[in-house]
């Protein structure tokens, strides 16, 4: 069976990304910042969780989470990651370096330590970006600039592992998973048109299946999703 390393995958679209794999019989390797303990019985049986911290991460970290997939790896989500929604006047040092640390640095470190395995396999990277890379949107400048350099980045590793390794980067919208509180977004209006998990997951499944480098969920796919939530 096919094989998949998904990072975040402790919460939010990670989980249900693992949802989507497990129930195509890929063997998936879960990553997640929580203890096993707190996090194993909420994964489908026969996941593999490994769990590490990707804030200003060590090598010892990265080799760790490279270390617990396969040899020959087929897929990596690199799906991790974190805001802190904030005026950029009071946003502090400490949270811009954690948005660039979890965003960006360890998404390619780990691109970098999973490089081998998943040439290997012949096997795909893909990133997980943000719709907040493009455009402009108040109190998200550090978070947006994290998921503009990974977009940056996914352009040229593209070029460079080209014929080894595919590279690409999904941009999901607005969606309903814990992070928004997290970051401290307010209770606003539009929360309620957020775009369920598991819709975006199986999304991504779909963009991962297909050969594009970017793929954005813009506004076309959340206004399918608003009108088939309305349906429900
Ligand atoms: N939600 C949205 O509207 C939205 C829109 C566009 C793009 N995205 C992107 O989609 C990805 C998943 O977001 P989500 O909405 O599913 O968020 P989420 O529900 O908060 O899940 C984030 C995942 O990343 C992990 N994580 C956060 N900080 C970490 C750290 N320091 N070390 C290791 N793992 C860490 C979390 O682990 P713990 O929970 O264990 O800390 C969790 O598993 C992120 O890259 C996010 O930027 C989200």
Redesign the pocket.
């Known amino acids: 069976m096919p094989s998949v390393l998904i990072?975040?995958?402790?919460?939010?679209?990670?989980r249900a990304l693992v949802e989507c794999y497990r129930s195509k019989g890929w063997t998936v390797i879960a990553h997640?910042?929580?203890q096993a303990s707190r996090v194993a019985p909420q994964l489908p049986a026969q996941v593999k969780y490994v769990e590490?911290?990707?804030?200003m991460p060590t090598e010892d970290t990265i080799a760790r989470v490279a270390q617990a997939t396969p040899d020959s790896l087929d897929l990596a989500i690199l799906?991790?990651?974190?805001?802190v929604v904030a005026p950029p006047e009071r946003t502090t040092p400490a949270q811009i370096n954690d948005m660039i640390a979890?965003?960006t640095t360890a998404p390619l470190l780990l691109a970098q330590a999973l490089f081998p395995r998943l040439q290997a396999a012949q096997g795909k990277l893909t990133f997980?970006?943000?719709?907040?890379a493009r455009g402009a949107h108040r109190d998200f400048a550090v978070y947006a600039a994290t998921?503009a350099a990974l977009s940056g980045a996914a352009r040229s590793l593209r070029l460079e592992w080209e014929g080894r390794v595919p590279v690409q980067i999904i941009?999901?919208?607005?969606?309903a998973?814990?992070?928004?509180d997290?970051a401290g977004l307010g209770d606003i209006a539009a929360r309620k048109y957020?775009t369920a998990?598991d819709r975006v997951a199986r999304a991504i499944e779909t963009a991962i299946e297909g050969d594009k480098p970017s793929v954005r969920f813009g506004p076309l796919f959340m206004l399918r999703h608003a009108i088939a939530g309305s349906r429900t």
Do not use: E
Request: a positive charge; proline letters at 8%.
């Open positions: 990072t975040g995958a402790s919460d939010g679209i990670g997640g910042r929580r590490a911290d990707l804030n799906n991790a990651g974190m805001g979890v965003n997980i970006g943000s719709t907040a998921k941009h999901p919208g607005p969606t998973t814990g992070m928004h997290k957020f998990p």
